[in-house]
C-alpha cells in the first residue's frame, strides 16, 4: 500500500493506492486518519469491467434466432457424434470448422448441454405420458 501526500501553499492533495480498510477520517488534522469527514461516492461498474458480458436482452434475441434457424449442418453433426459418445472426433471436427482448439471446445460444450436439455426434455414428455 503507498499514500502519496503532495503539498501546495495550504492544502494537501491525497493520491492512494491499494486497499485500505476502515480508513475513515476522523475530522482531526494530525494522525493516521487525518483529514476532513466526507461522505463517499460509490463508483459506477468501469465499461472495460463489463466487456463481454452478455446482457438479458441478447440473450434473449440470440435464443429467439437459434430457435427460429435451427443448427448448423456441421452441428447437427457434432450432436449426432456426441450421442454416439464420440467426444473427441466431434471436438476434432469442431475444431476444423470453427479453426482454433479453444473455439471447437466451447461449440463441443455448448453442443453437450443442448443435447443434455433434449435429453432432458425427452424424460419429462415421457414422465407426463405416463401419468
Do not use: W
Not at 24 to 46: E, Q, Y
Not at 48 to 60: M, N, S, T
Not at 83 to 103: E, F, P, V
Amino acid at each position: 500500500c503507498l499514500l502519496f501526500v503532495y503539498s501546495q501553499a495550504g492544502s494537501s492533495h491525497h493520491i492512494s493506492s491499494g486497499n485500505f480498510k476502515d480508513m475513515s477520517s476522523s475530522g482531526i488534522a494530525v494522525g493516521l486518519n487525518k483529514g476532513f469527514r466526507v461522505t463517499k461516492v460509490a463508483k459506477l461498474a468501469s465499461v472495460p469491467g463489463r466487456k463481454g458480458h452478455r446482457g438479458a436482452r441478447k440473450v434473449l434475441v440470440r435464443d429467439v434466432i437459434r430457435e427460429v434457424t435451427g443448427y448448423a449442418p456441421y452441428e447437427k453433426r457434432i450432436l449426432e457424434l456426441l450421442r454416439n459418445g464420440l467426444d473427441k472426433k466431434a471436438l476434432r471436427l469442431s475444431k476444423a470448422k470453427l479453426g482454433t482448439h479453444s473455439r471447437g471446445k466451447k461449440k463441443r460444450e455448448e453442443m453437450q448441454k443442448v443435447l443434455q436439455q433434449q435429453q432432458l426434455a425427452a424424460q419429462k414428455k415421457k414422465a407426463a405420458e405416463k401419468q
